[in-house]
């Protein structure tokens, strides 16, 4: 039988992983100036601890999404599904509230949830995270928008905005529910199983409803920026002022809500309408409060997590829609591939590719070819030039260098093989 990968997860193959580190990379680049800490977390904890933090509501309880398992030692475990918890369970094991405040933190890897698999949404995915700790007031939130845009800016991606909203302090969020039972517990049976849940343990969360049904029900509902008290109306237009003013765009959206239970006032998410309905690229916002849940000190956080397939996505999207963008403006370095056309060559390549490597990428065959299958081969190895030898090589100390995309073809020697991989996409053959 043919072994398979699991349903809604995927091999990132070697064609991808500049794209994956160039992402990675951007986000280590604009957190790091930002003074944020790196962070690695198990990706097995316990399961009491997304229990306690996703909150009953969140389609991570509700859908059954969390991946757990008993050891062999009777333990309740669980895949992490997000990474906020888990972090601020280490900021509370190693004391980190005796920093100096604000603590930044951030990190990325794999997350796991039974999910629905779609495009976008997958039961083992990959996330870039990154929070702020210990500080209550809009200019943190303000920074954490404006450094998830800047990590997107950096990684290539042009044509991702942000919404900005707000859920309120919790009794705005108590009297928003309130008002949602009271509109909509008479047409509760109209509504899908799923949302009756929500309905019923956090009215909010239906406006995240995806149903086209449910949509058309809670059209003309008002939504939470609607309804805010003072302070949160207050911290809201103070961290639209700060984005205004450093030139962060954005869109106000009254009905942004989040998927985890924890939110309080501000809200955002980063989309990039060209992949499709799931234009979420991430999310994040205020969740004061949830670090004294978890059984630390209380103190407030702000946070953000982005998802790496689905930049990447963006980004293949916006390079296939857009002949000027800047994956396609980035310069193809030169590689080369070394064929040796007998025996004695072969030492030559072997002994040539080791000398070439230290300026660029070369591969040679590891036995002889005949000129055709040699270009073959390094046709199909991806590399932009070809350098073979035979005995008439040898005997003049040379290699005939081959440019695979135009044909031309010259004799050379090693300083011109340095110089090529030297000039990178512009060691066009003379």
Known sequence: MKIRSVKGTADILPGHQAAWRAVVDAAATALGRAGAGRIDTPIIEYAELFE???????????????????????????????FTAGVLRSFIEHG??????????????????????????????????????????????????????????????????IKLGSV???????????????????????????????????????LDAKDRGDIEIIAELQRPLDRLGTAARDHFEQVRGYLEAWGVPYEVDPGIVRGLDYYRRTAFEAHYQGIGAQSALGGGGRYDGLLAQLGGHDLPGVGWALGIERIIDALEQEAANDAASQIAESPTPS????????????????????????????????????AGKGLKDADRSGASHAA????????????????LGSGDQREVGVQDLVDLLKAGSHGVMA
Do not use: C
Not at 177 to 203: C, F, I, K
Not at 345 to 358: I, K
Not at 388 to 403: C, H, I, S, V, Y
């Open 96 to 161: 980190m509230f005796t920093l100096p405040t604000p603590v930044k933190l951030w990190t990325h890897g794999p997350l796991f949830r039974a999910e629905n698999v779609q495009r976008g949404r997958y039961r083992q995915f990959h996330q870039i995270n990154f929070e702020i700790v210990g500080l209550d007031t809009p200019l943190a939130d303000a920074e954490a928008v404006q450094l998830m845009w800047a990590t997107l800016s950096g990684s290539g991606l042009r044509g991702h905005g």
């Open 388 to 403: 073979l030898r035979g005995p008439d090589e040898r005997r003049a100390n040379t290699w005939q260098l081959k440019d």
């Open 168 to 206: 309120g302090d919790p009794e705005d969020r108590a009297a928003y529910n309130q008002y949602l039972r009271d509109e909509l517990t008479p047409r509760a049976a109209d509504l899908t199983p799923v949302s009756q849940e929500r309905l019923r343990l956090n009215p909010m969360r239906l």
């Open 52 to 82: 306690r933090s996703v909150g009953e509501s969140s389609d991570i309880v509700v859908q059954k999404e969390l991946y757990t398992f008993e050891d062999r030692g009777g333990r309740e475990l669980a895949l992490r599904p997000e």
């Open 335 to 370: 590689s080369l591939f070394l064929v040796p056309l007998d025996d004695e060559a072969v030492a030559d390549a072997a002994a040539l590719a080791h000398t070439l490597r230290a300026h660029g990428k070369v591969e040679y065959a590891y036995q002889r070819r005949n």
